[in-house]
């Protein structure tokens, strides 16, 4: 934005009109003012500025927060990673031969930064001063090279932007700003460089190309900073005019060009809060009068906005008039197309009778010729006979007819063949002519109907690659899905196999008890069988002898089977039986821990797929 010393000219105004457009002016101003104020992650450059007013300057700790916020930087990675990928600019390969700097990551860095601003314009490969304006925000954000970029970049497209109006020299117009407002606030200092021929080149320009990091300590250009990008672009213009002004006592005492260099150098313990405060009183003059200009530009581009929707009204009246008038020919048109061919088909359906007449003619004299050709060979038949030819005569009659048999067959087929072209050459002209009116009249619907197409065809690609990229994300978490399905059956899989193996193991078990029992008790049943015979034998003879009983029970003995390894088995069974029921229940309880942990996981992996489907949605939204 240019600024001109000088009081804005208004027109007179009737003291009622002063008051409506007070009224009307603020109206339109809140607005406005409330949305520029409005910063991101929740900030407010009103309250910023009555901040750095009070104390002035931002928190160290917050600093670069509050100027990423003030500046709107888009931390754009992907433009950034593909400047950076086209490697070091030509005209930065020797930077350390111009500029020395000890750290070697401090000038990669500056290499790299100048190299990027390059390659994003071709201007700053040939600016001379581009490395002293980037290198105290390099020195900065050496840590954090995209910021450093953005920084850079959003400096010189909204404080610089006027600098290469006149490049590569130095921006006459830039620094006949500075000499009005130094003209229009301290005369007699610009007198005095006047008569000592010192030019703002030497004052001024020095000042901006290094963005004052030659002539403040860090903390105050810190503080410098905090203010330029708190405030109007304007604001570091005026920045350089206090400083000159705060110099003046010494610079008035310079009466040689080498005394106004040196003490451009010695600028440095100039105090910064005189130059803010003078900045800051030329900023709010100007704002004052840039906001009465703003005002009366506002009424003038409402009446504008008037007249254009007017104009606009007018407008689309008569695209409404004239698109009526397009569908009402492009109607006739059809209706004419649509007669045309009724009348064509008809013309041909003409054509076509005339041709059957003129073929049915035809035949209807080719066969009266055949006729007339049969009554001759039956006449000249009837004389062979009645004259009582030879054998050798009849030969030659039978070889005449059937020469003039082959003879008629030849011209049936001439004439079919002929009249078959001609037929072929009609309808095929006839096919010709219809396929291309066809074809003019689906052009001319196809010219009617071609932005339709292409409106919905645009949209629907829009909607299928979005569907698509739901589909793939959707496939994915599937494809995931189904090998942790996998490798939850596969464990199942090897699990049954476990407690298959288990359960057959206790099946064995659970028969050879089952036989044991079976021993047991046949061999309980004989026991008791021979003490009740021994019992009845006895009461009958009290006075036998009992040792052939006990021979008896001996060889009785012998023949029954050996149950005492089976009763021993039989007793450690049960206690086998009861751990093998335990760990029945334990593999039972995993199993359903398992089955459970698997419900879990799906309903988990449901959850985010529907989580990720509707995100997509809503972005679009």
Not at 51 to 77: A, C, D, V
Not at 193 to 221: C, G, K, M, N
Not at 258 to 270: L, S, W
Request: proline fraction near 3%; include cysteine; hydrophobic fraction near 35%.
């Amino acid at each position: 934005m240019k600024v001109t010393s000088g009081r804005v000219q208004q027109p007179a105004k009737s003291r009622g009109s002063k008051i409506q457009t007070r009224i009307l002016k603020q109206d339109l101003t809140g607005d406005f003012e409330s949305k520029k104020n409005e910063l991101p992650d929740g900030l407010n450059k009103k309250c910023l500025q009555i901040l750095l007013k009070g104390y002035g300057e931002y928190p160290t700790k917050y600093r670069m927060f509050i100027w990423r916020s003030l500046l709107q930087l888009p931390e754009n990675h992907t433009a950034f990673s593909s400047l950076i990928d086209k490697g070091t600019h030509v005209t930065f390969l020797n930077l350390q031969k111009k500029y020395p700097i000890k750290s070697r990551k401090l000038l990669r860095v500056l290499q790299r930064t100048l190299s990027a601003l390059a390659h994003w314009s071709v201007i700053f490969s040939d600016t001379p001063y581009l490395p002293l304006l980037a290198f105290p925000f390099v020195k900065l954000f050496q840590n954090n090279q995209l910021i450093c970029f953005e920084v850079i970049a959003t400096l010189i497209i909204n404080w610089c932007q006027h600098w290469f109006e006149y490049f590569p020299n130095p921006p006459i117009n830039i620094l006949s700003m500075i000499e009005n407002v130094l003209a229009f606030h301290d005369k007699e200092l610009l007198q005095h460089f006047i008569d000592h021929d010192i030019t703002s080149q030497l004052y001024a320009w020095p000042l901006l190309e290094t963005v004052f990091s030659e002539v403040l300590t860090r903390e105050e250009w810190l503080k410098l900073f905090d203010n330029i990008f708190s405030n109007h672009p304007s604001f570091l213009l005026m920045t350089v005019v206090a400083y000159n002004i705060c110099s003046r006592v010494p610079l008035l005492n310079c009466n040689l060009k080498d005394d106004f260099e040196t003490v451009e150098d010695m600028q440095a313990e100039v105090d910064q809060q005189r130059v803010e405060d003078e900045a800051w009183y030329q900023k709010q003059e100007l704002l004052r009068k840039a906001e009465e200009t703003r005002r009366e530009m506002l009424l003038q581009e409402e009446e504008k906005i008037i007249q254009q929707r007017q104009r606009l009204a007018a407008v689309k009246r008569e695209l409404k008039v004239k698109e009526m008038h397009l569908q009402d020919a492009a109607r006739r048109r059809f209706l004419k197309l649509q007669q045309d061919q009724q009348e064509m088909e008809l013309r041909r359906l003409d054509d076509e009778i005339g041709r059957k007449v003129y073929m049915r003619d035809r035949e209807i004299a080719a066969t009266a010729r055949d006729l007339e050709m049969r009554q001759l060979e039956l006449e000249s038949q009837k004389r062979l006979y009645e004259k009582d030819l030879t054998e050798n005569q009849a030969a030659v009659a039978k070889e005449m007819r059937a020469d003039a048999d082959a003879y008629r067959r030849k011209v049936d087929l001439e004439e079919h063949m002929f009249h078959k072209l001609i037929e072929a050459g009609e309808t095929q002209s006839q096919k010709t002519q219809k396929v291309i009116k066809e074809n003019l009249a689906k052009a001319e619907q196809a010219c009617l109907n071609t932005d339709w197409q292409i409106q919905s065809l645009h949209k629907q690609k829009c909607d299928d690659l979005q569907r698509n990229k739901c589909y793939q994300e959707v496939a994915k978490l599937l494809r995931e899905n189904r090998r942790k399905e996998i490798e939850i059956l596969n464990a199942m899989v090897e699990q049954e196999a476990k407690k298959w193996k288990e359960a057959e193991g206790k099946e064995f078990c659970l028969r050879s008890a089952k036989k044991a029992s079976a021993l047991s008790d046949a061999s309980r049943k004989w026991f008791l069988k021979q003490e009740i015979n021994a019992a009845v034998e006895h009461a009958e003879n009290p006075c036998h002898k009992e040792e052939p009983r006990f021979q008896n029970e001996q060889e009785d003995s012998s023949c029954l089977p050996r149950t005492s390894h089976l009763n021993d088995s039989s007793e450690m069974h049960p206690s086998t039986q009861i751990s093998l029921n335990r760990r029945a229940v334990e593999w039972d309880t995993t199993e359903q821990n398992l089955i459970q942990k698997v419900r879990n996981l799906r309903q988990r992996l449901t959850a985010q797929a529907r989580h990720r489907c509707q995100t997509p949605h809503l972005l679009a939204a």
